[in-house]
């Protein structure tokens, strides 16, 4: 596995490969920048709470289940509010950017004749705002969310999404490398496979070891 401490730093070892798979949270954007502009659209809808995107956000790094947590101090929490927040925070618009240079750097590898590939865990309507947002999408031979293969089971480190990318793409699984941030599950499957694997050690990242 190589490791790299700036993202753009994946594309030399992307030029060596037919195919390059990215994962997206954290890799080719910073996700507590999805988390915040998750929590200003809650606090919008409740204008009554003073400071609610900045409690949701300390919350957050405590590590606690934000939402609850500053719903149940604020004498606010019901079933109907958690329900209308968890709403807004899945279905927002996000305000988020990928990282500087990500953009050419994919550009110059699809110039390049590298086939490019996304695989990405979550929630289908979360994570299609974040592509969408990003502006992404046509930037990629093959977009698989694993959720969408048939629920949570097909999140990393399952294989499913990698196999079904490198048949997507056209690609033997050792000509393709798979570019992640988070060691607990994104090299699993691809080093299984016999992919080559390109851990971003992102200082920044939610999951950074």
């Given at each position: 596995m190589t490791v790299i401490n700036a993202i753009l730093e994946a594309e030399e070892i992307a030029q060596t490969c037919k195919?390059?798979?990215?994962?997206?949270?954290?890799?080719?954007?910073?996700e507590k920048a999805y988390v915040k502009s998750g929590y200003k659209a809650v606090a919008a809808a409740f204008p009554r709470i003073e400071n609610m995107q900045e409690k949701l956000w300390n919350a957050f790094l405590r590590g606690g289940k934000a939402i609850d947590e500053v719903l149940t101090a604020e004498n606010a929490c019901t079933e109907e509010n958690k329900d209308k927040c968890l709403q807004i925070y899945r279905f927002h618009t996000p305000t988020i950017a990928l990282y500087e240079g990500v953009e050419d750097m994919l550009k110059r590898l699809k110039n390049a004749g590298v086939k490019l590939g996304l695989i990405t865990d979550g929630r289908s309507e979360g994570q299609r705002a974040k592509i969408k947002a990003l502006g992404i999408e046509n930037l990629f031979d093959s977009v698989i969310i694993t959720d969408e293969l048939g629920g949570v089971e097909y999140r990393k480190p399952c294989?499913?999404?990698?196999?079904?990318?490198?048949?997507?793409?056209?690609?033997?699984?050792?000509?393709?490398?798979?570019?992640?941030?988070?060691?607990?599950?994104?090299?699993?499957?691809?080093?299984?496979?016999?992919?080559?694997?390109?851990?971003?050690?992102?200082?920044?990242?939610l999951y950074t070891e």
């Amino acid at each position: 596995m190589t490791v790299i401490n700036a993202i753009l730093e994946a594309e030399e070892i992307a030029q060596t490969c037919k195919a390059a798979i990215f994962d997206l949270d954290d890799t080719l954007y910073a996700e507590k920048a999805y988390v915040k502009s998750g929590y200003k659209a809650v606090a919008a809808a409740f204008p009554r709470i003073e400071n609610m995107q900045e409690k949701l956000w300390n919350a957050f790094l405590r590590g606690g289940k934000a939402i609850d947590e500053v719903l149940t101090a604020e004498n606010a929490c019901t079933e109907e509010n958690k329900d209308k927040c968890l709403q807004i925070y899945r279905f927002h618009t996000p305000t988020i950017a990928l990282y500087e240079g990500v953009e050419d750097m994919l550009k110059r590898l699809k110039n390049a004749g590298v086939k490019l590939g996304l695989i990405t865990d979550g929630r289908s309507e979360g994570q299609r705002a974040k592509i969408k947002a990003l502006g992404i999408e046509n930037l990629f031979d093959s977009v698989i969310i694993t959720d969408e293969l048939g629920g949570v089971e097909y999140r990393k480190p399952c294989e499913r999404a990698f196999v079904l990318t490198c048949e997507r793409l056209g690609v033997a699984f050792a000509d393709a490398v798979y570019i992640g941030d988070n060691l607990r599950k994104d090299f699993i499957a691809p080093e299984k496979l016999g992919m080559k694997a390109c851990y971003f050690k992102n200082p920044d990242g939610l999951y950074t070891e």
